[in-house]
């Protein structure tokens, strides 16, 4: 069975001042359930792990995280106050600020 499509969600955070924010600081993605009976997603006919992926910001505070296509995840970034459940497209790219 071939791996799921992925879709790089990318983005930038900065400080109040447009500064980077440190190299380092966290983004993370977790799966949420689309069913009624809160019974998790399949993706490619594959059960998707509830773990969540983390992922961490450069030097510049751009980040990327690697996301099943189509699936939906709650987005976390800590540093500026982001909790927001998302589709991730069916595309190969997307900029995080157009998804929330």
Partial sequence: MPAPAVCTVTGTI????????????????????????????????????????EAFTGDTGEFGIQLIQGSTVLLEIPTINLRKEILVPLTVTADFADLV
């Fill in 14 to 53: 900065c400080k109040l001042d447009g500064t980077a924010v440190p190299a380092g600081t966290q983004i993370s993605a977790t799966v949420k359930s689309t069913q009624p009976d809160q019974g998790g997603q399949l993706a490619s006919g594959a059960g998707i792990a509830s773990t969540p992926i």
